[in-house]
Every structure is written in C-alpha cells, then in structure tokens.
C-alpha cells in the first residue's frame, strides 16, 4: 500500500465505519481492516492519519488505537507470515518517539503504550537508538516541551520498571548498565532542573501541574534503576537527590491538592519519595545513614499533619513502612529513644492511625464479604490500620517495655470511656482491642493462630475481665462489631487459653450463629472450626475440646449452620462450611444422628 491521499481517505473511512452503530456496518468495516493489516506501509499509514492535525479527532483516535493494537499482537511475533515487515519495523522505531512528543495527550498516551510493547520486545539489542532519542526530548525545557518530556518519561517507566522485580541476572545488569550510562546523567541534570525551576512557577498552576507530574515519574524512574543494586551513578549524587526529596517533602502547593479521595499530584509524589527512602534504609543502609534522621523527622511531621481523608492511605502506609524499616534496624533505631521522641511517635502517629474510620464502618456494614476477607485472611495490607501495626510491632523489638508503658495507659482508658458509654464509645474499645493484638503478638500462623506472646501482656487476663463478659451480652445484635472483634480476638489467641476458657467460649460462639450479623456468624464459624483445631497444652495428641463436649451442642450448631447457609441473605459462606465438616469430624461416630443434614 503506498502511502498517498487516496489510501488515506480509505483508510480514514473504514476507521470511521468502526465507530458506527450500525452493527453489520461495524464488523464488516473491522473485516476489511484485518484484511488489509499485512499489507507494506499498513502501519505508516496509520501514524500519518495520527499525525495530522487535520484529521477529525474521533479518526485520530480511532487510528492510534487500531495502530497499538496491532502492535501488540503482531510485534512479538516471530511468524514471518504473520509478522510485521522489517521495513516497517524499522520505519516506526525511527519515528514513533518524535510522533508521540508532538501529539497530544489522549494520543500520546496510546503511542507510549505502543512504544513499550517495541522496547520490551527490541531494546536494548535491536533498538540502540531508544536512549539517545529521549535524551534529546530532555533539552527541551520549555513551557511547551513539558507535555513531550512527561510523555518519554512515562515511556521510560514503562520500560525499567521491570528492573524493580526481575531476578538478577547477567543480561539483566548489562541492560541496566547500558541505561545508567546513556541516561542516568540526563535525568539527573532534568531532576535538578526542574526542581530548580518549579519555585519561578508558582504563580502558574496549569504549568506548576506540568512540572510535578514529571517529577512524580522521575522519582519513579528513580526506584526503578536503584531497585536491584545501588549504581555508581545514584551513590555519587545521592546528596542531590536526597537534599531535593527532603525538599518535596515539606513542600506544600494548594492547587495540587486533591478535591475527592483519589491522591493529589504532591501527595503521589511524597509516597513515591517515602517508597523510594525506605528502599534505599533497606538495602543501602549504611550509604543512607547520614539521611536516615533527617527524613525520619520529615515523615513523621508528615503523618502528624494528615487528616482521615482516604486520599492520604497510600502516602501514610509508605511513610509509616519507611519508619519501620528504620524502627527495625539496631543502627537506626537510636533515633526513637532520645527525649520524648517515642511518647510522640506512639500518639501522634501511630495511635491516630489505629482507629477505625467511617468508611471501615461502611464496609462491615455494606460490603460483608470484602471485610471479613481483609480480616480473617490478613489481605489489610494496603491500609493505614495495618501500617500503623507494623510500625508498632517494629518499634517493640528495640522498645518493647516502654512501647507497652505508654499504651498501657491509654488500653485503660479506652476500657473506662467505652463501659462508662459503650453505645457513644463503641470505637475506643474496637481500638482498644486491635491495640492489645499488636502489642501481645510476637509470632502468628494461620494455622495456630498467635504462637508467641509478649511477657508484658497477659493475653488469658485480657480475654477473661474484657473480652468474654462481651461475648456473654445478651443482646446478640448489640454493637455487632464489637462482637465481631471479640469472636476475631478469640480465633486469634485461641491458643493461649487454657481448655476452660475454651469450654466457656464455645456456647458463646454457638449464640452467635443466630446473629443478624453476617461478619458475626461468618466470625462465630470460623471460631467453632478454629477452635475445634486446638490440642491440648499438656498432649499434643489429644484435642482439648472432645466428642462429649461437642455432643450437647451438636444439634444446635448443625440447625445453625444449615440455616445460615440457605439464608435468602447468605452468601457461599465457605467459613460456615468448614465448620460443618470440622465438626462433623470432631464428633467422630457420633456424628451418625446428623447425617441428614449431610
């Protein structure tokens, strides 16, 4: 096909066609241009229908589109028959960067997708040019020039980021070096640029979004070349970058703020800096030792001045995992002991962060199954909740004693406030329980629950004088989060109550079943089967709760369960069914009455 007006406007109509509603008008149109797409200069006729200014934009996007597409399917191929000439291969390589720097943004970020599908494919053996064409694009430093460098910059990303999780290798590091050399210095010389320039900005916010957007993909870029090993390059200018991400952090722009609960731009930014420092105080400790203090100090100033907004999870969690990386290193963790610096650490930063928020309520309440998923199955990851627990946790090893002093007198608290009004302070006991958790907890399994405890908390005292008089409530419905945390507790630390204690809880467990709770009778399930898995202390042969335990209650559970599970608001509650076949099986031969329900 030559590239000439007449193929153009073909071309342009059956792209056009593709758009119709007319369905037998559509797929015909797709046809006709599966059938054409091996044709010679296929591909160039798409980029110039791209490139022109002229071309409505629904074409252009259409063509774009179709061209990345394409790509992907036919780039890797290895079948001559159902590949991509090497004239055209050579043609797009040559110009695709330079098309993608002029286009506009809804096009450019369909040709970098492209362009990483090539790269990932051809670079570096058969694309050597790749570096030094976007090299070029960084010189350009000009109010017009932002939308082109973010655009080889997203490209960029696109192309190391692999460096961050692909296994060390001999081929991997020569890759890696290629592009530390080629452009490591550009990009270093655009960081200081730009953070240079950004303060003549300020007056400008459409300009000011332009500039920090390409700082957040730098400082990405950023991790993805230090991720397997510290380069010569970073370690000699590691003071450029650290003095500059000190500066980011502390900075603050309004107008880049979000104004809905997705991350603003600077707030993006100071996550990825927390990720990149904590990488760095992780694998590189003894080159970031002399930084190490002064962004401690800049984080947890941070996290003392971020509201609930869910906006900020993202960059609290990193900020807060950074801190433990610190917390958790004998060489680093001096830093928390001087004056009141852990007092401070321990309720200004960590405690705000371990209180549920609405939005967690909205999920108990709302969304059952993704709470109890997060909960039971430990996927809390990703929240501040949990960062803040492992901060905790990694304070203790160096601080324990003083970590469970000072929280201590805040547990009694929250028990005082909470009996002196359970309904008005339902949250402090929630807290509070969450908080003896982290503290009382040194080694977990799933399979056995907590293993190792900490000596300066009596888990078995806690469960008796607070957690059992919860379970023993009446009212069943009655603040059904509460009894959630308290069932959840039990499952937890089912291990480090004796046979007693557990005999006492299982009819509580039982009582629970007929809650109008999902979590609570999913949680109550879940006890019951956990429970039943538990050996005794002195006999690791022998379960602690037997067959004639189980035998009174036998009836009881099996109607419970079978009424949970055909509940018009049940859901496939696997929880439910392993409690049932846990039982069936703790019964022995006397499961022979119930096998109806079976």
């Avoid at 004796?498 to 709770?517: E, F, T």
């Amino acid at each position: 096909m030559e590239i000439n007006e007449q193929n153009l406007e073909a071309l342009s109509t059956y792209l056009r066609k593709t758009l119709s509603a007319n369905t037998n008008e559509r797929l015909e149109a797709e046809k006709t241009l599966k059938q054409i797409e091996r044709n010679e200069n296929y591909t160039s006729l798409l980029l110039t229908l791209c490139e022109r200014s002229t071309t409505p934009d629904e074409i252009r996007r259409a063509s774009v589109i179709t061209f990345k597409n394409f790509i992907k399917r036919n780039w890797p191929s290895l079948d001559q028959s159902n590949s991509i000439s090497i004239r055209d291969r050579n043609h797009i390589k040559e110009h695709i960067i330079d098309l993608m720097t002029r286009s506009p943004e809804h096009i450019q970020e369909q040709l970098s997708d492209a362009i990483t599908v090539i790269g990932k494919c051809d670079f570096p053996d058969q694309w050597s040019t790749l570096l030094d064409t976007m090299i070029k694009q960084f010189q350009q430093q000009t109010s017009n020039s932002f939308q082109s460098i973010n655009g080889v910059l997203k490209t960029a990303h696109s192309l190391f980021e692999r460096y961050r999780y692909e296994q060390k290798s001999e081929e991997l590091w020569l890759e890696i070096k290629l592009v530390l050399e080629k452009f490591a210095p550009a990009f270093t010389e655009l960081f200081k640029s730009l953070m240079a320039y950004y303060p003549q900005k300020e007056s400008d916010p459409i300009e000011m979004k332009n500039i920090f957007n390409s700082l957040l993909v730098i400082i990405k870029i950023f991790y993805d070349l230090n991720a397997q090993e510290l380069p010569e390059h970073f370690e000699d200018n590691i003071t450029i970058y650290m003095t500059h991400f000190l500066t980011l952090l502390s900075y603050d722009y309004p107008k880049l703020h979000s104004n809905n609960n997705d991350p603003g731009i600077l707030d993006q930014i100071k996550t990825e800096i927390c990720r990149a420092v904590a990488l760095y105080a992780d694998n590189y400790s003894d080159e970031f030792k002399p930084y190490a203090q002064q962004f401690a100090l800049a984080i947890w100033s941070l996290l003392t001045r971020l509201n609930l907004s869910s906006s900020y999870d993202e960059l609290i969690g990193t900020a807060m995992k950074f801190l433990s990386t610190l917390a958790a290193r004998s060489h680093h963790c001096s830093m928390f002991e001087g004056g009141d610096t852990l007092k401070i650490v321990c309720e200004q930063v960590i405690l705000p962060n371990l209180f549920l928020r609405e939005s967690d309520v909205e999920e108990f309440e709302d969304n059952p199954e993704e709470y109890i998923r997060k909960d039971i199955e430990k996927s809390d990851s990703s929240t501040r909740r949990r960062a803040a627990c492992d901060f905790l946790q990694a304070l203790r090893i160096f601080f324990e004693s003083q970590i469970v002093a000072i929280y201590s007198q805040y547990i009694d608290a929250m028990q005082k406030e909470y009996l002196q009004n359970p309904t008005q302070n339902w949250l402090k006991k929630d807290t509070c329980i969450f908080l003896v958790l982290a503290l009382a907890s040194k080694g977990e399994t799933q399979k056995f629950g907590i293993t190792k405890t900490s000596s300066f908390i009596s888990i078995p005292a806690f469960y008796s004088n607070s957690i059992l008089p919860e379970l023993q409530n009446q009212d069943l419905n009655s603040l059904p989060l509460i009894k959630a945390d308290c069932l959840k507790f039990l499952i937890d630390v089912r291990n480090q109550i004796d046979r007693d204690a557990l005999l006492i809880s299982i009819p509580q467990c039982i009582r629970y079943l007929s809650s109008n709770n999902i979590v609570v009778q999913t949680y109550a399930a879940h006890a019951i089967e956990r429970l039943l898995l538990v050996r005794l202390s002195t006999d690791q042969k022998f379960a602690a709760i037997t067959k004639n335990d189980l035998i009174p209650h036998a009836q009881t559970m099996y109607d419970s369960f079978f009424r949970i599970l055909t509940s018009d608001k049940s859901y496939e509650n696997e929880y439910v069914m392993r409690a049932v076949m846990r039982l069936s099986s703790s019964l022995n031969d006397a499961v022979l009455p119930y096998l109806n329900y079976l």
